[in-house]
């Protein structure tokens, strides 16, 4: 089996690289965080040095990291990956940064004569957990079909839209549906509750219509029950949004809701809900409303 190298341990990274361990990947990891990393060797993995070193004894490199500074950072800085690639090896990020740095990236990895995924993942950490990861990739086809069963082992909707930065773009819309939704279930539930209506029967019944998703039935009841530890924190969700808002300027694009959405998470990280679940979201709300969704017992 072909040697992984895994950057960034996180909320999401921690349980991917475990998947990747449990299948019998040989595996080699590095966070700055020493207990994350700590953790993974562990469980038997083996603990890197640097991004160059990881590079160096792996055949496939993997980052799960925050925003696109770590990722250039990682890769194309002093002692990054790139300067430890080898021809023939394959460097895949799965964090979700901007597309132009995601074309970026692909481009300088090509030319040490390895090949370049950008694969973005939906699921949050419940997804990440079980496996059941959406991943969206961008790059090229064979690159996908070598990749493709070490993404099995990490999700469950694996889909190649297209050459490097498509995932990225897949992404940025993924989290623009998942914001503007998160704001409309809180206003809904808002609206329910200030009208004298029971939100959590309200909530049942729009499970039950067009209205329903995702988004309604797990954080609408986070919302209800008060719970917003994070399982995707606020602040990187309004990171998501500075990705998706600096895309649309490149492209020239308006997106009003978007933007909206982005100034109400500015707003509720002003409030002290950086770390928060991006569900706390109608906490903010609640304050332009001065009123409080009851916690559901």
Partial sequence: ?????????????????????????????????????????????????????????????????????????????????????????????????????????????????????????????????NATLSIMVGGSAAAFARAKPIFEKMGKNIVHVGEAGAGQVTKAANQAVVAITIAAVSEALLLAAKSGVDPAKVREALLGGFAQSRILDLHGNRMLQRNFQPGFKMKLH??????????????????????????????????????LDHSALVTMLEKLGNFEIPKVA
């Fill in 1 to 129: 089996m072909e040697r992984i190298g895994f950057i960034g341990l996180g909320i999401m990274g921690s349980p991917m690289s475990q998947h990747l361990l449990k299948a019998g990947y040989p595996l080699i990891v590095l966070d700055r965080v020493s207990e994350a990393q700590k953790a993974i060797v562990a469980a038997g993995a083996q603990a890197g040095t640097s991004p160059q070193q990881i590079a160096e004894q792996s055949d496939i490199v993997i980052t799960m990291l925050p925003d696109s500074p770590d990722v250039e950072e990682v890769v194309l800085g002093k002692n990054g990956v790139l300067e430890g690639l080898r021809p023939g090896s394959m460097f895949i990020d799965m964090s979700m940064i901007l597309p132009s740095t995601a074309r970026r990236v692909t481009e300088a990895v090509r030319k040490k004569g390895a090949e370049g995924l950008d694969a973005p993942v939906s699921g949050g950490q419940v997804g990440a957990q």
């Fill in 238 to 275: 309004r990171k998501d949004m500075s990705i998706i808002l600096d895309t649309a300027r490149e492209l020239g694009l308006a997106l009003p809701a978007s933007a909206a959405v982005a100034e109400l998470m500015n707003a509720a990280i002003a409030n002290g809900g950086a770390e």
